[in-house]
């Protein structure tokens, strides 16, 4: 693998927690990278954390219908690094989900989205996200967990940085800063695509780590453009 991670890897073992009907049971997901696709002026990522505050699952739990239950199946805050894989445990619970939703939040001194890397220019890139973060996304179709099964959540730097114009960014010293002070126009154009940004696929074997047919499998769920 490559310095310059191109998608960013959540694998989440995902179940519901708030009613006792459904069937609760306990997994381990990795939290890893993918190597770049080499497209000009998109940024090599040397280092980089994201504040995640919160997981949510909406659908019906085992025997129901309806996309009316809300649970959360996690509850931060939690610094996740970006560069090297980690592991998240969740409690999951059977039943047939419609969303997924995800909360990152500003951890302490710490931004909700902090990346450091370079551009194929040479130029450095340093941005910080402040402001608080919230996706949800919806499922292609209704999607059944049953025990022992999991999913895993891909963000894709390429879509995330899609509408920030790095190539045009203006350099200070040769370094591309973004932050809502700085350059207010392209922190929220990263900020608003969180959501077209992430996706989730199955994991397939249950093990908690992402392989590469799992992250190129059949999407589950996504965000709106």
Do not use: K
């Amino acid at each position: 693998m490559s310095s310059f991670q191109r998608i960013l890897i959540l694998p989440f073992l995902l179940a519901c927690v708030g009613t006792e009907t459904g069937n609760p049971y306990e997994g381990d997901g990795a939290f890893g990278t993918e190597s770049p696709m080499g497209i000009a002026p998109e940024p090599i990522l040397e280092a980089g954390v994201i504040g995640l505050d919160a997981i949510t699952l909406t659908g019906a739990d085992v025997g129901e219908t309806g996309c009316d239950t809300v649970a959360t199946i996690f509850e931060g805050p939690r610094v996740v690094g970006l560069t090297d894989p980690e592991r998240l445990t969740m409690t999951l619970r059977e039943g047939t989900w419609c969303e997924v939703g995800l909360s990152f939040t500003a951890i302490g001194a710490t931004p909700t989205l902090s990346v450091s890397g370079s551009l194929i220019d040479g130029s450095s890139l340093e941005v910080q996200l402040w402001e608080g973060v919230d996706v949800q996304l919806v499922a292609t179709e209704p999607f059944a967990l049953s025990e022992g099964e999991g999913i895993h959540l891909v963000l894709d730097i390429d879509r995330l940085f899609a509408t920030a114009s790095l190539g045009t960014a203006p350099r200070e010293g040769g370094t591309v800063v973004i932050d809502e002070t700085t350059d207010p126009e392209r922190a929220a154009a990263i900020a608003a695509s969180f959501p077209p940004a992430l996706r989730v696929v199955r994991d397939l074997n249950g093990d908690g780590v992402l392989d590469p047919e799992e992250r190129d499998g059949p999407v589950l769920a996504t965000g709106a453009e």
